[in-house]
């Protein structure tokens, strides 16, 4: 099952790549870089982490992402001021990505910029992070979403009963042997 990603306004999914970067790469802070109409070098939303450098992110509200539209990402943060010492440049998008040409342009332009560590997250690939995430789904898709999109999976509330009847149990044993240790001692 996938998020309809593609239903998010422009600046909802900034908002989303914001809370991904801390939630998922556990940016210590992050934030959208600038405001509309000024120029960000191919930059969206920047992150910073306690270790390491800072990660910049662009969001692509896509119906249809393609080599070139990756391409031209890619190169317009490549070869502009790189602010912030950034060496990990995400892109993100609404649209599948799920393409030969896409991945084999990916892998062109990661053998091309060695220093970057370029990554491209679509549909699928924030389908499967927001998944585990609840919060961020009812957040940015609703509440009727997140019920349907985040239910466990079959089995899954088997192990969950199971798990909850183990740790009754445990706590009973722990109050039964805590009662022992708390009664008066008997006097002879």
Same mark, same amino acid.
């Not at 556990?26 to 191919?42: I, L, M, T, Y």
């Not at 998008?93 to 990661?110: I, W």
């Not at 509440?143 to 009754?168: K, N, Y």
């Given at each position: 099952?996938?998020?309809? *990603?593609?239903?998010? &306004?422009?600046?909802?999914?900034?908002?989303?790549?914001?809370?991904?970067?801390?939630?998922?790469?556990?940016?210590?802070?992050?934030? !959208?870089?600038?405001?509309?109409?000024?120029?960000?070098?191919?930059?969206?939303?920047?992150?910073?982490?306690? &270790? /390491? !450098?800072?990660?910049?992110y662009q969001a692509k509200?896509?119906?249809?992402? *393609?080599? &070139?539209?990756?391409?031209?990402?890619?190169?317009? =943060?490549?070869n502009g001021s790189r !602010?912030?010492?950034?060496?990990?440049?995400?892109?993100?998008? *609404?649209?599948?990505?799920?393409?030969?040409?896409?991945?084999?342009?990916?892998?062109?332009?990661? /053998?091309?910029?060695?220093?970057?560590?370029?990554?491209?997250?679509?549909?699928?690939?924030?389908?499967?992070?927001?998944?585990?995430? !609840?919060?961020?789904?009812?957040?940015?898709? /609703?509440?009727? *979403?997140?019920?349907?999109?985040?239910?466990?999976?079959? /089995?899954?509330?088997?192990?969950?009963?199971?798990?909850?009847?183990?740790?009754?149990?445990?706590?009973?044993? =722990?109050?039964?042997?805590?009662?022992?240790?708390?009664?008066?001692?008997?006097?002879?």
């Open positions: 099952m996938l998020l309809h *990603t593609q239903e998010l &306004s422009w600046e909802a999914l900034e908002h989303l790549v914001v809370a991904l970067a801390v939630q998922v790469d556990q940016a210590v802070e992050a934030r !959208p870089f600038g405001r509309n109409g000024q120029a960000q070098g191919g930059i969206d939303v920047v992150a910073f982490f306690a &270790s /390491g !450098p800072a990660a910049v509200k896509y119906e249809r992402f *393609t080599a &070139s539209d990756l391409r031209k990402a890619v190169l317009t =943060y490549a !602010p912030f010492g950034a060496r990990r440049l995400v892109i993100v998008t *609404t649209a599948d990505v799920r393409d030969t040409k896409v991945d084999l342009e990916l892998a062109r332009l990661r /053998g091309q910029h060695q220093d970057l560590v370029i990554d491209l997250w679509g549909r699928q690939q924030l389908s499967d992070m927001l998944f585990a995430l !609840p919060d961020l789904v009812r957040r940015f898709f /609703g509440e009727h *979403t997140m019920q349907v999109f985040c239910r466990p999976l079959p /089995g899954q509330e088997e192990q969950a009963d199971s798990a909850r009847a183990a740790d009754r149990l445990e706590l009973e044993n =722990y109050s039964t042997h805590l009662d022992m240790y708390l009664r008066p001692c008997p006097t002879w």
